[in-house]
């Protein structure tokens, strides 16, 4: 079975800073994705960002980065020059490439404060 | 990007009554869709997925007979809660798997929220 762990459950950062949301996933496959997920306020899902597992480059969508580990099954998302738009929930996501099904973390909260 | 609708909503029903949810994929054929179930600031849970042509597959504990599930075409799936009651109340999501584009991906719905009074 697929686990998706996010450990903090609530964050915040200052806005124009930087901030880190871990996200660490347990499986025995080798060929997965792994997605970011934003939720604001709003509750519509909006994809951040997404990684292919045989691929070592980590992936980047402007101010968005990743830090995928596979070996340590890690997989953080770094926001740079964080925004007040940013303010939502991040849910860490993993999916067998030869499969349907989404694994979801538990989220973490994030507020940028002004 | 991929769009997803959903509709309605927002619904208000009373209790025993039934209620159909709508999820149609706008600018791409998507041969699964998912449905989810989302509790106040909780992750996803994942209620069944819906396969265009066939049989919905229900995850453990999901009811069938109560989350009826229907994937009539490429880009229309529906769910319908049959004979509600308040505990049913929740935000319902659904999304679709797209192989164009950004393959292998998965996009969200806006959502559903049914209030069971």
């Known amino acids: 079975a697929q686990t998706v762990t996010q450990s903090q459950p609530e964050m915040s950062v200052q806005e124009a800073e930087t901030v880190t949301l871990s996200c660490t996933y347990d499986t025995s496959e080798n060929n997965y994705y792994l997605f970011w997920y934003k939720q604001p306020p709003s509750r519509q899902m909006i994809l951040v960002i997404r990684?292919?597992?045989?691929?070592?480059q980590n992936a980047t969508e402007n101010r968005f980065s990743v830090n995928f580990q596979k070996a340590a099954k890690s997989f953080s998302l770094k926001i740079s020059d964080s925004q007040l738009g940013d303010t939502a929930m991040y849910f860490c996501a993993f999916m067998k490439r030869a499969g349907n099904q989404f694994y979801f973390g538990t989220g973490t909260s994030l507020t940028v404060i002004p | 990007g991929a769009v997803v609708s959903q509709h309605p909503s927002r619904v208000i029903c009373k209790s025993g009554t039934s209620v159909k949810i709508e999820c149609r994929s706008l600018?791409?054929?998507?041969?699964?869709m998912f449905w989810y179930r989302q509790f106040p600031k909780k992750s996803l849970m994942l209620m069944a997925t819906s396969n265009e042509g066939s049989k919905a597959t229900y995850e453990q504990g999901v009811e069938k007979d109560k989350f009826l599930i229907n994937h009539a075409s490429l880009t229309l799936s529906t769910l319908t809660v049959t004979s509600a009651h308040p505990e049913d109340s929740s935000f319902y999501i659904c999304s679709a798997r797209t192989t164009a584009g950004v393959a292998d991906t998965q996009y969200f719905g806006p959502g559903t929220r049914l209030t069971v009074l």
């Open positions: 990684q292919e597992a045989y691929k070592q």
């Open positions: 600018d791409f054929q998507a041969t699964t």
